[in-house]
């Protein structure tokens, strides 16, 4: 039965409420009335009922400051506003503030009919649900709670805690996910349903004598975990039920599933735990190409794959420049690199992983966040990623959301972020020249890779690092050399150069002329005040 209250300071309005709603037909039954906000807050709270009838206009509290009360203290209640055709632009703004409903007074008998045939079907679905999910919560059970269970207190769990049937039985552990994503929530009830599916093939597989415990997987690695477990596992026979399992998920969820599964091993809480890492590991060897996969412990070694660093400096570059298109591709080849040839599954995580980690360490350089450009934070991005299958699903979230947002955070800030750093690194240089300045000192300042700053200054500047700071200390020489006092290899210390015979070479390379004979061109008949070295130099 579902209980109903109703809050109206007319008496009248009540009475024809509660003599038009035909209780027992609907399973409704009344849990109090109320002439007053205040008396009816107070009331709702002592018997928070399921359904609430709403007069807008009330003394104490009114409708629209009571329903703004009622969604933080009971957030499951359907309420459904009562009011005159006066007060119908209050009404909507009410229905805004999370009410369900609304009926018009004089209330017409169909109107009530209606609605309150609505309010009863979304409490029964509402009702169903949390059925559902408590069953699921129910079917997951100690298998859940042991691998929740923190591994120092786990592990030591004795054997006594499984329950009746597990104990001194071998047992396997698979990990499952679907072999492509989808934005679609998750069925609530999905392990439920699944389990009901499998006792309908009890007999069918091992004689009808094994257990098996699912649970949503702890960290959200794998879509969903189980384990089974039998007196015995011959492989003809476990492998059949694991095909059952898959063929199970596909009809319920209407896509292929892989499966890691582990070696059979005791039925134990610390072995359990282990066969769960064994499971995740097998299920991230799975190739890219492959669908339908049971794959067992022994493929999941994973080999590290070379992470093709060079497309991500690219990538990271184009982000910087505010070039859409050529991120987009870089994206793309980077991906298409990472999850190319005989790519695992792990393997491409792996790399999407990286890509992230990149993303937000370019971030950080600049006083920013991922969460601050696309409301997410790496590690909610990353696992975001890791939900996916192939490189197209990972290709939709980084090009389709990831790199517009940073783009667009780029547009708002009014300057591009690859050009505040080349800015930067010019300025620095131009005020530091005369200090042993280098590339990959530049790079850790801005926390970025010194390939990719050596890139973004020559494209913002069109000079390398190198050749930009020797043009700023040449050109500051010149000044320098045009103070008679000031001797050449002084000039050479104060512009950065501790060698003299190096800096010569370096003007000389640059200007065409030795230190001196420019010298004598700038101060015609004046005596060169020379090095010990210049004579090398003529």
């Known amino acids: 039965m579902y209980r109903v209250m109703l809050a109206d300071d007319e ?24 002439a007053d906000g205040q008396d009816a807050y107070e009331l709702l709270l002592a018997e928070r009922p399921d359904l609430l009838f709403l007069d807008m206009r009330m003394p104490g509290l009114d409708g629209k400051e009571l329903l703004a009360l009622l969604h933080a203290e009971l957030p499951e209640l359907l309420t459904i506003v009562v009011s005159g055709y006066s007060d119908f632009e209050y009404t909507q703004q009410a229905i805004r503030h999370h009410a369900f409903d609304y009926l018009l007074k004089p209330v017409k008998k169909e109107e009530l009919a209606a609605v309150l045939e609505k309010a009863v079907a979304e409490l029964a679905r509402r009702s169903d649900e949390r059925r559902r999910a408590a069953a699921a919560r129910q079917d997951a059970g100690w298998f859940r709670d042991l691998l929740l269970t923190p591994p120092a207190l786990g592990d030591a769990l004795p054997e006594a805690d499984l329950p009746e049937g597990w104990k001194d039985r071998q047992a396997v552990v698979f990990a499952g996910r679907p072999d492509t994503y989808r934005e679609q929530a998750e069925t609530p009830d999905r392990l439920t349903r ?163 980690h990149a993303l937000d360490r370019q971030l950080r350089g600049h006083a920013l966040s991922l969460q601050d450009v696309c409301g997410r934070t790496s590690q909610e991005l990353t696992e975001s990623l890791r939900r996916r299958s192939g490189v ?74 190198v050749d930009y700071l020797v043009e700023i200390r040449v050109r500051r020489a010149i000044e320098l050399m045009q103070v008679p006092s000031y001797k050449n290899y002084e000039i050479a210390r104060k512009v950065g150069y501790e060698d003299y015979r190096y800096f010569s070479q370096i003007f000389k390379k640059k200007t065409g002329q030795t230190i001196g004979a420019y010298r004598a061109g700038l101060n015609p008949g004046a005596a060169v005040q020379d090095s010990p070295h210049h004579e090398e130099e003529k």
Do not use: N
């Not at 008496?11 to 109320?34: D, F, K, N, Y």
């Not at 955070?409 to 005369?434: F, N, T």
């Open 11 to 34: 008496r009248w309005v009540r009475r024809g409420l509660i003599q038009s709603i035909p209780w027992e037909e609907l399973g409704l039954v009344l849990a109090g009335e109320a």
């Open 194 to 356: 699944l389990r009901e599916g499998l006792e309908r093939q009890r007999p069918f597989h091992l004689g009808g004598h094994w257990g098996c415990a699912l649970s949503p997987a702890p960290d959200g690695r794998a879509e969903l975990i189980g384990a089974i477990a039998a007196a015995e596992l011959p492989p003809a026979e476990l492998q059949r039920l694991l095909a059952a399992v898959q063929a199970e998920l596909q009809r319920l969820d209407g896509r292929s599933w892989s499966l890691g599964v582990s070696e059979p091993m005791p039925a134990a809480p610390r072995t359990l735990r282990r066969g769960l890492e064994a499971a995740w590991t097998a299920l991230a060897s799975r190739r890219l190409d492959r669908r339908e996969a049971i794959l067992s412990a022994p493929e999941g070694s994973m080999a590290v794959s070379a992470y093709p660093q060079q497309r991500e400096q690219a990538l990271l570059l184009a982000l910087e420049l505010g070039d859409r298109a050529s991120a987009e591709r870089e994206c793309r080849l980077l991906l298409e690199t990472v999850g190319g040839g005989e790519a695992t599954l792990g393997q491409l995580h792996q790399g999407a992983s990286a890509l992230i």
């Open 392 to 465: 197209g699903e990972l290709l939709d979230l980084l090009v389709g959301e990831l790199i517009p947002a940073l783009l667009t955070a780029q547009l708002r800030s009014g300057v591009s972020p690859g050009a505040r750093i080349a800015e930067e690194v010019r300025e620095l240089i131009e005020r530091h020249y005369d200090q042993p300045l280098s590339l990959p000192q530049m790079a850790e300042r801005h926390h970025v890779h010194p390939d990719y700053l050596s890139r973004l200054f020559k494209r913002a500047t069109g000079y390398t690092f």
